[in-house]
């Protein structure tokens, strides 16, 4: 299987995927500012370096399977797709998965960099990537400084269907909150951090 195959280079294609991920979050905002559109709610939280890893496939293998949906889209926002990786390496670095892959193949995708710089792969570089499937159901927005990604739903009917497979995500709580202090190991964790981060993320659909 060529893994190269999966990530975008056409720039059609990579404008329709853009339209679906501005219609989904808003891509010029940043954690704890609000990230998703108004539709999405009941948000859960895990942490960014679990989404780096095989088992995080597993997780997204199920979602779905549950939406009924073709693939994922793995897309980086940070560094841009644009401004610098295809003007630096003539291809986005954008994935469609499909939804038959296994873990392992999961993790050597985003492993995968740019022959002349392995360093640019989405497992290394990659600092604002979200998780999202055509049906748009659900939505997962990561942010890799704060060290935590967070999922929400467009509807109470999608979360329960879905919660099922997502037992190790929480609603904000004390445990998030420690996630994201670890990455501020210098000043601690401002109260105006906490508080937007509460006031965006602890309301339900």
């Not at 195959?5 to 891509?27: W, Y």
């Not at 600092?127 to 990561?142: C, E, N, Q």
Request: hydrophobic letters at 40%.
């Amino acid at each position: 299987m060529n893994f190269e195959n999966f990530f975008v280079r056409d720039n059609e294609e990579f404008n329709e995927l853009k339209e679906m991920v501005s219609a989904t979050f808003n891509i010029e905002s940043k954690l704890p500012k609000q990230v998703f559109c108004q539709k999405f709610g009941d948000f859960k939280f895990e942490e960014f370096d679990f989404a780096m890893s095989g088992e995080f496939w597993n997780t997204l293998k199920q979602l779905v399977y549950q939406t009924n949906d073709d693939f994922v889209l793995v897309a980086v926002l940070e560094p841009s797709p644009v401004g610098y990786f295809y003007k630096e390496f003539n291809y986005y670095n954008w994935i469609k998965l499909p939804a038959n892959l296994s873990a392992d193949e999961y993790y050597e995708i985003l492993e995968l960099g740019p022959e002349e710089s392995p360093a640019d792969a989405v497992v290394y570089n990659s600092y604002t990537v979200v998780w999202l499937s055509p049906s748009m159901k659900w939505a997962i927005w990561g942010e890799r400084d704060y060290g935590i990604c967070v999922i929400g739903f467009n509807d109470i009917s999608h979360r329960n269907k879905l919660s099922p497979f997502l037992k190790s995500w929480r609603s904000i709580d004390k445990i998030v909150l420690s996630w994201i202090e670890t990455n501020f190991v210098s000043d601690g964790l401002q109260q105006d951090f906490v508080k937007s981060l509460y006031s965006n993320y602890s309301q339900d659909i």
